[in-house]
């Protein structure tokens, strides 16, 4: 198994446009989004976990490790990243837009820059914290467009915890780290916000059945009826 990867079922055993890539956030290892995991593969899901070191690795080989791991799959793989995996996800399509990717869903990623991340970067040695990576993707990320013709979902929370608040001054809803407005993507197919914490929506079941829906259908709640 090449490094970077750990995988929850036998990669060989994937059907098509079954196949999940998970990306972690910052200062994660993937461990966190266990329940998650486990409940997409109830739901049918092949879902393996993509292992990044947030603080030391570059674009570049985040980039390359997840082209290799998508072109090993059968047929075009889902990607759900978490926090900043899904500005690196962001990053992957923009850099190889010639790469067929499945559908795609970015959880509490501050797609507009962090305002949590602008705060931590004034105290001392907080540049430790962060890394480079990190920080490019954070603080000064100039506009995101999603411009595939594959689906993305956003899911932003609105429960209020954690420690995002306390180093930054989040304006308006928000999930104790990502506020909602820092969520919202130009050009994604659908947004939907969640009482759910930044970390909480890892464990809520609510959001694997909205992920899992949005993996199989392209959209997080049943189309409206037609005329």
Known sequence: MRPGIESSTNVSAATPNRHVIFIHGLWMTGVEASVLRQRLAGRGFQVEQYHYRSLTATADSVVEELRER????????????????????????????????????????????????????????????????PASELLDPGPRRWERASA??????????GLGRFVGDM???????????????????EH???????????????????????LDTGRFTAAPPRN
């Open 70 to 133: 998508i072109l090993a799959v059968p047929g075009p793989a889902h990607l759900v990243g978490h926090s900043l995996g899904g500005l690196l996800v962001l990053r992957l399509a923009s850099r190889l837009p010639d790469l067929e990717l499945g559908r795609v869903v970015l959880l509490g990623s501050p797609v507009n820059g962090s305002q949590a991340a602008r705060g931590l970067v004034k105290w001392p040695g907080a540049h430790l914290l962060l890394g480079n990576l």
């Open 171 to 189: 304006q308006g809803p928000n999930d104790g780290t990502v506020s909602v407005e820092e969520t919202r993507l130009a050009g994604a197919t």
């Open 192 to 214: 939907l916000v969640l009482p759910v914490s930044h970390m909480g929506m890892l464990l809520s079941e609510d959001v694997a059945d909205k992920v899992a829906r949005f």
């Open 152 to 161: 993305l979902g956003v899911v932003a929370g609105s429960r209020p915890v």
